[in-house]
T-cell receptor
Framework: QKEVEQNSGPLSVPEGAIASLNCTYS??????FFWYRQYSGKSPELIMF????GDKEDGRFTAQLNKASQYVSLLIRDSQPSDSATYLC??????????FGPGTSLSVIP | NAGVTQTPKFRILKIGQSMTLQCAQD?????MYWYRQDPGMGLKLIYY???????DKGEVPNGYNVSRSTTEDFPLRLELAAPSQTSVYFC??????????????FGEGSWLTVV
């Protein structure tokens, strides 16, 4: 079992719709969870981090964490063409390693 | 406000050559990481360090070595370069704890081609 898995893409949504990105992890001792966005040829940039079970909202982005199910998700409301990128889920494991998932490519169609 | 600085940005190596990718951060972060990213793939952890003098293997350490003699610097050494090491390499750092938590800050990447 891979340490961090994400829903396979590519994911296409129309402009203005909600994009839903999912991530599961294997280390039950993991405490910190991150969503990064990466444009082609650029380094990843942080969108959100979450530590506690439940929802965390920041503008059009909502992160959801369920530690019992070892599941973390990212919702993007009112998707814009500028949101088209690869989204990376990252997990800080109980061994202080930060492991990234394979990424999900999102395309927002005007 | 330099953040995480990587050098070189681009490099072409011949098979069997060795080189060192340099990484420096000026944020006084304890944790530093090296990742590689192959085309269309996610980031794979090569090595990481939780402080000066402490390093540990990540997911794909074979063919690489690291050292951490100071808080600021975390060089990655490639010995006997192979075509499979053609990739983009990202150095990153983080400071554990606090409201910012363990957010990782990335350098701009080093593009390495082995021919």
């Amino acid at each position: 079992q891979k340490e961090v898995e994400q829903n396979s893409g590519p994911l296409s949504v129309p402009e203005g719709a909600i994009a839903s990105l999912n991530c599961t992890y294997s280390d039950r001792g993991s405490q910190s969870f991150f969503w990064y966005r990466q444009y082609s040829g650029k380094s990843p940039e942080l969108i959100m981090f979450i530590y506690s079970n439940g929802d965390k909202e920041d503008g059009r982005f909502t992160a959801q964490l369920n530690k019992a199910s070892q599941y973390v998700s990212l919702l993007i409301r009112d998707s814009q063409p500028s949101d088209s990128a690869t989204y990376l889920c990252a997990v800080k494991t109980s061994y202080d390693k930060v492991i990234f998932g394979p990424g999900t490519s999102l395309s927002v169609i005007p | 406000n330099a953040g995480v600085t990587q050098t070189p940005k681009f490099r072409i190596l011949k098979i069997g050559q060795s080189m060192t990718l340099q990484c420096a951060q000026d944020m006084n972060h304890n944790y530093m990481y090296w990742y590689r990213q192959d085309p269309g793939m996610g980031l794979k952890l090569i090595y990481y360090s939780v402080g000066a003098g402490i390093t540990d293997k990540g997911e794909v350490p074979n063919g690489y070595n690291v050292s951490r003699s100071t808080t600021e610097d975390f060089p990655l050494r490639l010995e006997l370069a192979a075509p499979s090491q053609t990739s983009v390499y990202f150095c990153a750092s983080s400071y554990p704890g606090g409201t910012i938590g363990n957010t990782i800050y990335f350098g701009e990447g080093s593009w390495l081609t082995v021919v």
